[in-house]
């Protein structure tokens, strides 16, 4: 295995865990206003992802991180070529940041709905924008000869790469639901059990609608490599539905984030050697030959990431288990 294809891996894998962490972690953001009706249960809400959606987010810096120091020309023509989306993500991210220390920082109702609706917005429109991205992504956009993007803001919105958004926003909302589903009490509970078989439902109309389109209109599924893990995502979808109609709430959990697991995995396997497809031209794609950093850069990374990488996760992973439990509320005060 060559070190293009190695980091080639590894950004795949960040992105990977981003989507299945921060999945759903938008999913909950999304559901916050519809979950809760009271104050004192819109932050049993935003608790129950209160301690790991920060390091969730780095997951996102990381990636973002790995492919500007392996393979800088992609980095530089997708953050250019989606300049306008991605402000609009960050403006999105930041205004989400700010609600979840901002919101108890005054008794007022009116203070606190408005910080309530910026984490729902702050979910949903990174959510969609994402699903644009990666729709774009198997579909391919205008990259010149010279590596640059050439069709501005209007042409990275169709039809395709909308459909993309709406499936990620589906299936994040029905992961935000079956997290909810493990991590709260009572009259919550009771209302996250009433919509996540139909979030499922509609993430699978949406999704199956998606997987068809993209078996015609691109060639992320044409190899085995791609259609593998799309027939084992389709699968984890399939029994999270039953799992969720079962009431086996942890392995619903569970199966829904294979779904998205697979999902990205199918993306990035169905585009290698490839990292960016044109549209104009095949001779222009971006690939882990031309547009990778040099073999010195890639040999000093595999390094520091064979260090600190294991660390993180580890990390990560004891926050996880040290906030395992249910979020509950006893009287004003939370408990987990």
């Keep these: 295995m060559t070190l293009n294809t190695l980091w080639f891996i590894l950004v795949a894998v960040l992105f990977t865990g981003f989507f299945f962490l921060e999945g759903f972690d938008y999913g909950v953001g999304m559901l916050l206003p519809f979950m809760a009706r009271n104050d004192n249960e819109r932050r049993v809400v935003i608790n129950t ?39 609009l ?7 989400r940041g700010v609600a979840f220390e901002f919101r108890n920082k005054r008794e007022s109702k009116v203070w606190r709905s408005l910080w309530d609706w910026a984490i729902f917005s702050g ?18 956009f205008a990259i010149g000869q010279d590596m640059n993007y050439y069709g501005g803001l209007l042409p990275l919105l169709n039809p395709f790469a909308l459909l993309g958004g709406l499936v990620f926003v589906s299936l994040f909302l029905m992961h935000g639901a079956n997290f ?24 699978t109309v949406l999704t199956l609608a998606l997987v068809v389109w993209t078996f015609f209109a691109t060639d992320i599924l044409s190899g085995l490599r791609g259609l ?8 984890s979808l399939l029994i999270t539905g039953w799992l969720i109609r079962a009431n086996r709430t942890g392995w619903a959990f569970i199966t829904g984030s294979l779904t998205i697991v697979f999902a990205t995995v199918m993306v990035f396997a169905g585009l290698y050697p490839r990292i960016l497809i044109s549209s104009l031209d095949p001779a222009f794609n971006l690939t882990i030959t031309n547009a990778a950093s040099s073999p010195y850069t890639l040999k000093v990374m595999s ?5 600190f990488v294991p660390i993180v996760l580890l990390y990560q992973i004891w926050t996880y288990w040290i906030f395992r439990k249910r979020v509950e509320t006893t009287s004003d005060k939370l408990v987990y």
């Design 49 to 87: 992802i209160g301690p790991v959606w920060d390091g969730n987010e780095v997951w996102m810096i990381t990636a973002g991180g790995a492919l500007f120091a392996s393979f800088p020309n992609v980095y530089a023509t997708l953050f250019s070529g989606f300049y306008l989306a991605l402000i």
């Design 89 to 95: 993500m960050l403006v999105a991210l930041i205004l």
């Design 123 to 140: 979910s949903l429109v990174p959510a969609l924008l994402w699903g644009v991205t990666v729709g774009n992504l198997m579909r391919g």
């Design 180 to 203: 909810l589903n493990r991590k709260t009490t009572g009259v919550i509970l009771e209302r996250v059990q009433g919509m996540v078989f139909p979030a499922w439902i509609v993430a």
């Design 228 to 235: 593998l893990p799309a027939v084992l995502a389709a699968v």
């Design 303 to 307: 390094i520091v990431a064979a260090v």
